[in-house]
C-alpha cells in the first residue's frame, strides 16, 4: 500500500504507475467520484456541489435527480451573501460548509462561482457575487479559506467568461484580453493567489473561439504561469470537448466519468505522439496531490445543525439590503400599534434559493409568516393573505380580494413580492427583468388601500423596481436568503436587527440601460462583449445614467457620517503603496453597520479608464454617536491597467482621485495625489510609428538626427500638419522617395533601444 498522504513522493507514485493506470486517474469513476488504484492504495474521492451548501446525492451513480439529496444547511447563495460585503462572515460560512461536508465524507465541494453579473438576465446570477471583480474575488477567497480550513478543498467555477446560460455548452465569449483581465479574471485570480483552492473548475463555453477546456492561454498560460497556480484543474460536468487537448491544454480531471473514453483518447494520443507523457504525468501529478490532501481531513461525527442554522440567519440577516425607508416606517413597533397584513405567498413559502446544481436540501426552513407570528404573538395582530399563486400568470380575483380586505384592515401592509422558480435557474437566462404582472397588480391594489406598504422581494438577480416603487415607502431587497431567510426578515422588519446589507449589483432603471443590450446572449454561436470594461456600475457611470439604486448602495435604520479622510503614499513608482484612513460615525440613535467603500478614478490617462473603480471596502458596526477610524492600503493594482503593448499590468504616473463613498453614488470625501507610475514604454519595433519613437529619447534622438534637414523630415516634424505623417510605421517610411534611412539601419537602431528598452522618456 501506498501512502497517499501529503507530503506525497510523486516521482515514486509516477514511476508505479502504468500509462493505463495514469490515464484512468484523469478520469472519473461515476458522476461524483475520481477513480482510484487499489493495486497502489490510491483511494477515490468524493468531489459534490456547492457551493452555498452541502448537495450530496443518496445514489452516487445519478445525476439525474437534483432534487434528491442529503440534508444540510442552506445558507444564503452568493448573491445574498455578497450583499454582506463582509469576508468574515463568508470565512465562517466557509468553515460550517467544510464541516459539513467532513460530516459527509466529501473531499472537494464544488464552488464558489465568480463569474461576473454582465447581465442581469444570466439565469445563475443567483450563484454569483458581484458586477464588481474586486468585490466578489474577496468575498469568494473568504469563503473558500474557510471550506479549506477544514481539510476539504473547494472549486472555484467556472473559468472563465461563463456570463449567460444560454449556449453555455457551446457558446464562444468574444472578449479583448484588457477586459478579461480587468474585469473578468480578477476574481478568480484573487481567489488563487490568496486563498489557494485545491480546484479550478473550467467553464463550459469558449473565449475567443476555444474551449476553456482546451484553452492553454487560460489554463496554463494565465492560470500557472501567471498567477502561479499549483492545484488541479476540473472539467465543469460535461465541458471536455476533445480530451487529448483538454490534457494539453492544463485540464487535468475530467468529470464526471467518461466511462472510458477519455483514458482512451488519452492513451491514443500519447501513442500517436501528438500528446506527451510529460504533459500526461503533469496532470496525474496534480491528481495525486489532490486525493493526497483529501487524506488530511479528519471525519465528524454529524454537524451542529442548531449551531449551522444559526450562522444561515446571521448570514441572512447581513444579505438583505433596505432599497428604501420613506419616513423611517421600517422598523416596525414589535409592541404596539393596529393589525400588520401579511400579504403575498412568499410569506409563508420562502424562496430561498435558485434551481440547478446548487440546489440543497434544507435541514429545515424558516417562513417570515411563522417568524413574524411568533415575534408578534400577544402584542399585535398578524392578518396573512396569500395574494397571490407562484407561478401563475394571471391575477386571482379572490386572492386579490383578500389581500385588500387584509391591507385595508391593518396599519401597515408587508407585501412579500419576487421572482417564481421557474424564472432563476442554471441551464437558461432570463427573458426580462420584471416582477410578474399579477405581483405588480397585487401591490398596486394593497397600496390603493393602505399608504403604509413595504415590500419585501425574493429574487436572485435585480429586478426592475421603477414601474411600481413608489407604491411602497420602504423596500427590503431579499435576494434569496437561504433557509433561515425566514427568521431574518421578521428580524430586519421589527428592528431586532438593523439592516446592513448594499448591493453588490446595480438596479437599473430599465433594462435597455444595461450595456450588454444588442449583444446577450449572442448569436451564431458567438457573444461578443462588445462594452469592454464597462459592466455594472462601470457602464451606469460612464454614461451618467440614472439608475433605481447604485452599486454599494443599502440603508441602515440610523445614518452615517464621514471625516478625517487622510491619505499617504508609502511606496511609488511601478509598485506604488498607498494607505487611506477616515473616520466613520453613527450620527442616528440606533446601533448600526455602515460599509464604506473606497474608489480610484483616474482621470487624465492614455488609455480609456472607467470613471471609478471599487479598490477597497470595510464593514464598522458601531453604537449611536459612536464612530471608528478605518485604515485601508491600496497596492499597485488599485492603479494599475492591462497594458496590451507590454503584456502586464502598469501603473502609468499622473493624478488619482479616491473617494470614500457610502455608495458608488453617494461619495462623502475625496483626495487627490500624484504617483511617478513605472515609466514603462512599449519596446520599440520596426513597425512603430515616429510618433512612438519620438516619445522616447533615445529613439527621438536617432530619429531627429536622421532626418534632420530632409524635406521628409521638414514635413514629419512640422507642428500642425506632420501628425499625419507622425502616425506611420517607420519601416514603411523607410520606403518612402527621399527617405534618409533603409529598413535595415532601422532595425540597427531598433536593436540599440531595445537593449535599453528600461529607459524612459
Ligand atoms: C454546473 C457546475 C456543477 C456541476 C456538477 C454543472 O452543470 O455548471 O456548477 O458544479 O454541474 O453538478
Known amino acids: 500500500m501506498t501512502d497517499i498522504r501529503t507530503p506525497v513522493d510523486l516521482p515514486a507514485l509516477l514511476a508505479g504507475l502504468t500509462p493505463e493506470e495514469k490515464a484512468a486517474l484523469l478520469d472519473g469513476s461515476d458522476f461524483w467520484h475520481t477513480q482510484g488504484n487499489e493495486r497502489l492504495g490510491i483511494p477515490a474521492i468524493m468531489l459534490t456541489d456547492g457551493p452555498h451548501g452541502l448537495r450530496k446525492q443518496a445514489t452516487s451513480a445519478e445525476n439525474l435527480t437534483l432534487t434528491t439529496s442529503v440534508p444540510a444547511t442552506c445558507f444564503p447563495p452568493a448573491v445574498g451573501l455578497a450583499s454582506s460585503w463582509d469576508p468574515a462572515l463568508l470565512r465562517r460560512v466557509g468553515e460550517a460548509l467544510g464541516d459539513e461536508c467532513r460530516a459527509a465524507d466529501v473531499a472537494v465541494l464544488l464552488g464558489p462561482g465568480v463569474n461576473m453579473k454582465r447581465s442581469p438576465l444570466c439565469g445563475r446570477n443567483f450563484e ?36 449567460q446560460e444560454t449556449d453555455r455548452m457551446t457558446v464562444s465569449a468574444q472578449v479583448d484580453e484588457r477586459t478579461l483581465r480587468e474585469i473578468y479574471l480578477p476574481a478568480f485570480e484573487k481567489v488563487v493567489t490568496e486563498a489557494r ?22 489554463l496554463t498560460d494565465v492560470l500557472r504561469r501567471d498567477w502561479g497556480y499549483d492545484g488541479l484543474v ?18 487535468d480531471l475530467e468529470m464526471p466519468s467518461s466511462r472510458g473514453a477519455g483514458t482512451q483518447a488519452i492513451l491514443d494520443a500519447v501513442a500517436a505522439g501528438t500528446l506527451s507523457e ?18 488530511e481531513r479528519e471525519p465528524l461525527e454529524g454537524f451542529d445543525e442548531q449551531a449551522h442554522h444559526a450562522l444561515a440567519r446571521e448570514a441572512a440577516l447581513e444579505s438583505a439590503v433596505l432599497l428604501k425607508n420613506e419616513g423611517g416606517i421600517l422598523p416596525l413597533d414589535p409592541a404596539s400599534g393596529g393589525a400588520i397584513a401579511v400579504i403575498g405567498e412568499f410569506a409563508r413559502t420562502p424562496r430561498f434559493q435558485g434551481a440547478g446544481s446548487s440546489r440543497v436540501n434544507p435541514t429545515r426552513v424558516d417562513s417570515a409568516l411563522d417568524s413574524l407570528r411568533a415575534a408578534l404573538a400577544g402584542r399585535r395582530a398578524v392578518l396573512f393573505a396569500p395574494g397571490f399563486v407562484i407561478e401563475a400568470d394571471a391575477a386571482d380575483e379572490a386572492l386579490v380580494a383578500e389581500a385588500v380586505a387584509a391591507a385595508s384592515a391593518a396599519d401597515v401592509a408587508v407585501v412579500f413580492l419576487g421572482l417564481p422558480p421557474s424564472q432563476e435557474s442554471e441551464g437558461w437566462d432570463r427573458e426580462h427583468m420584471e416582477l410578474p404582472r399579477d405581483q ?82 449572442g448569436e451564431n454561436g458567438s457573444v461578443r462583449y462588445g462594452e469592454g470594461l464597462l459592466i455594472g456600475y462601470r457602464w451606469y457611470d ?39 484612513a477616515f473616520t466613520v460615525v453613527n450620527t442616528g440613535d440606533r446601533a448600526g453597520t455602515e460599509i464604506a467603500q473606497l474608489y480610484v478614478s483616474d482621470p487624465a490617462a492614455s488609455v480609456y479608464r472607467p470613471e471609478q473603480e471599487l479598490r477597497g471596502f470595510a464593514r464598522v458596526e458601531l453604537a449611536p454617536g459612536a464612530s471608528q477610524r478605518v485604515e485601508l492600503e491600496l497596492g499597485a493594482r488599485a492603479f494599475a491597467y492591462w497594458h496590451e503593448g507590454l503584456g502586464d499590468w502598469d501603473v502609468e504616473g499622473g493624478e488619482f482621485e479616491l473617494r470614500i463613498g457610502a455608495s458608488s453614488r453617494d461619495i462623502r470625501m475625496t483626495a487627490t495625489i500624484t504617483l511617478a507610475g513605472s515609466g514603462s514604454v512599449a519596446p520599440l519595433t520596426v513597425d512603430s510609428t515616429a510618433e512612438e519613437f519620438l516619445a522616447r529619447k533615445d529613439a527621438r534622438d536617432w530619429l531627429t538626427g536622421t532626418l534632420a534637414n530632409t524635406p521628409l523630415g521638414a ?10 505623417m507622425r502616425a506611420i510605421p517607420l519601416v ?26 528600461a529607459e524612459g522618456p
Not at 148 to 161: E, I, L, N, P
Not at 198 to 217: D, F, L, P, Q, R
Open 197 to 218: 483552492p485545491w480546484t479550478v473548475m473550467c467553464s463550459y463555453n469558449k473565449i475567443n473561439g476555444v474551449y476553456a477546456s482546451e484553452n492553454h492561454w487560460l
Open 128 to 163: 454569483y457575487f458581484s458586477e464588481d471583480p474586486l468585490l466578489a474575488g474577496e468575498l469568494a477567497a473568504a469563503l473558500v479559506t474557510g471550506i479549506q480550513s477544514r481539510d476539504v478543498g473547494a472549486s472555484v467555477k467556472h473559468f472563465a467568461a461563463n456570463n
Open 234 to 251: 476540473i472539467s465543469d460536468w460535461g465541458a471536455v470537448n476533445r480530451r487529448d487537448r483538454a490534457v494539453a491544454a492544463g485540464l
Open 440 to 521: 405588480r397588480e397585487l401591490l398596486a391594489a394593497v397600496a390603493a388601500v393602505n399608504p403604509n406598504v413595504a415590500v419585501v422581494l425574493s429574487n436572485g438577480a435585480a429586478v426592475t423596481v421603477s414601474g411600481w416603487q413608489h407604491q411602497a415607502r420602504a423596500v427590503l431587497e431579499g435576494w434569496l436568503l437561504g433557509q433561515a431567510g425566514g427568521a431574518a426578515v421578521a428580524d430586519l422588519l421589527l428592528g431586532a436587527v438593523p439592516p446592513s446589507g448594499k448591493l453588490a449589483e446595480t438596479i437599473p432603471v430599465r433594462l435597455e440601460h444595461n450595456p450588454a443590450i444588442g449583444s446577450f446572449p
Open 715 to 724: 514635413r514629419l516634424f512640422n507642428e500642425r500638419y506632420g501628425r499625419m
Open 732 to 757: 514603411r517610411l523607410s520606403r518612402f522617395p527621399g527617405a534618409p534611412f533603409t529598413e535595415a539601419t532601422l532595425a540597427d537602431a531598433v536593436r540599440r533601444f531595445t537593449s535599453a528598452n
Open 278 to 295: 510529460t504533459e500526461v504525468d503533469q496532470a496525474v501529478a496534480n491528481v495525486l496531490t489532490l486525493v493526497a490532501r483529501s487524506q
Open 542 to 580: 460612464a454614461h451618467r445614467l440614472e439608475v433605481s439604486y447604485p452599486f454599494g448602495h443599502g440603508l441602515s435604520y440610523t445614518s452615517f457620517g464621514y471625516r478625517d479622510f487622510d491619505v499617504e503614499v508609502l511606496a511609488d513608482g511601478a509598485a506604488p503603496r498607498v494607505r487611506v
